[in-house]
């Protein structure tokens, strides 16, 4: 779960500097195509062009914030199975030193859901990278 929390970290970082500097490069942008899009000379073929760019940028700016939004939620989540999973473990073993309770099923039943957890996370956590995987081969041609 350690190896998945900082992987998710890395990767949120990543994108979080992504959207920055793709941010930075639209406010530049939008300001050219402003420009461009009132000057009298501009021909319509170019102003279709800027108006395709502009939407382009804007797209890419929204797919990485919902990108982010996702990433940020399965932080928070996966957050919390290890907090889980970590009290689970304090729990059984304050339990085991006291004496006063013998193990039973129901604590190996919450170790099992964590587990379970912890699997969906990291399956999750795969189809996510799978995603973007395949959009950055589908949008290549765009580049």
């Given at each position: 779960?350690?190896?998945?929390?900082?992987?998710?970290?890395?990767?949120?970082?990543?994108?979080?500097?992504?959207?920055?500097?793709?941010?930075?490069?639209?406010?530049?942008?939008?300001?050219?195509?402003?420009?461009?899009?009132?000057?009298?000379?501009?021909?319509?073929?170019?102003?279709?062009?800027?108006?395709?760019?502009r939407?382009?940028?804007?797209?890419?700016?929204?797919?990485?914030?919902?990108h982010?939004?996702?990433?940020?939620?399965?932080?928070?989540?996966?957050?919390?199975?290890?907090?889980?999973?970590?009290?689970?473990?304090?729990?059984?073993?304050?339990?085991?030193?006291?004496?006063?309770?013998?193990?039973?099923?129901?604590?190996?039943?919450?170790?099992?859901?964590?587990?379970?957890?912890?699997?969906?996370?990291?399956?999750?956590?795969?189809?996510?990278?799978?995603?973007?995987e395949?959009?950055?081969?589908?949008?290549?041609?765009?580049?």
């Open positions: 779960m350690d190896e998945v929390l900082e992987m998710l970290d890395k990767i949120t970082k990543r994108l979080q500097n992504r959207l920055e500097e793709t941010k930075v490069t639209a406010n530049k942008q939008a300001t050219a195509y402003a420009q461009i899009l009132q000057s009298s000379t501009a021909t319509q073929e170019q102003k279709i062009k800027i108006f395709i760019a939407n382009l940028e804007l797209d890419r700016i929204d797919r990485l914030t919902s982010l939004s996702l990433l940020y939620a399965l932080q928070i989540f996966a957050f919390k199975v290890k907090v889980m999973e970590v009290s689970v473990g304090n729990i059984d073993e304050q339990l085991t030193k006291s004496g006063a309770m013998q193990k039973n099923g129901e604590l190996e039943d919450v170790k099992k859901n964590i587990e379970a957890l912890k699997i969906m996370v990291e399956a999750h956590y795969e189809s996510m990278k799978q995603i973007h395949d959009q950055n081969k589908t949008l290549n041609y765009i580049h």
